[in-house]
């Protein structure tokens, strides 16, 4: 461990599980981002690891160039394989104090380190509560990767209270007493009551080990 803001290791382990967690079956499924199924958002997990690895490099490229927007992601065959890995290349990345600090790009947008960092946490969180719902998969994320974002979507929210701009929907209203979870997801300008509609039927799943 070195002296960094936040180890993304925790919660970047969890998004990992819950990709290991998916089956063929459920690719097709859709996701609280109604653009995008369960293929297409493990495809934006992929992609964002890159980028801000990149990012956290200060290796600016087409990787750290390119807008999320710019095409709907995808997985290739061998998704399963690099998206573990390019998540242990991003927390390796992020332990480095350089990170945090002077300018880098992300999505094509010129930002601070540091901002960068609580970006890529915000999207490591928000995102595996994505794809927990999606794949009926119990989500806990790491408290301190949670409370980061939190804090990021509360000064986000502050700035721009319309949500007339930017990366963010418009804020979901959720209790002030809700799990800090449903407070953050809806921050994001999620539903955190959303559910996964009726599955039809399916082949018996295949068997994964324990």
Known sequence: MTDTPLDLGPQARIVARLAEGVTDEQLADGTPCPRYAVRNMLG???????????????????TTDTSPDAAVPDIGPGWREELPKVLDELVETWRDPAAWTGATRAGGVDLPGEIAGAVVTDELVIHGWDLARATGQAYAPDPVALEATHTFLLAAAA??????GGIFGPVVPVPPDAPLLDRTVGLSG??????????????AQRARPA
Not at 45 to 57: H, M, N
Not at 159 to 164: A, N
Not at 190 to 203: E, K
């Open 159 to 164: 700035e721009d209270p319309d949500r007339t």
């Open 190 to 203: 999620r539903d955190p009551g959303w559910t996964r509609p009726a599955q039809r039927a399916r082949p």
């Open 44 to 62: 934006h997990l992929l992609g964002l690891a890159v980028a801000f690895r990149d990012a956290g490099r200060k290796d600016l490229g087409v």
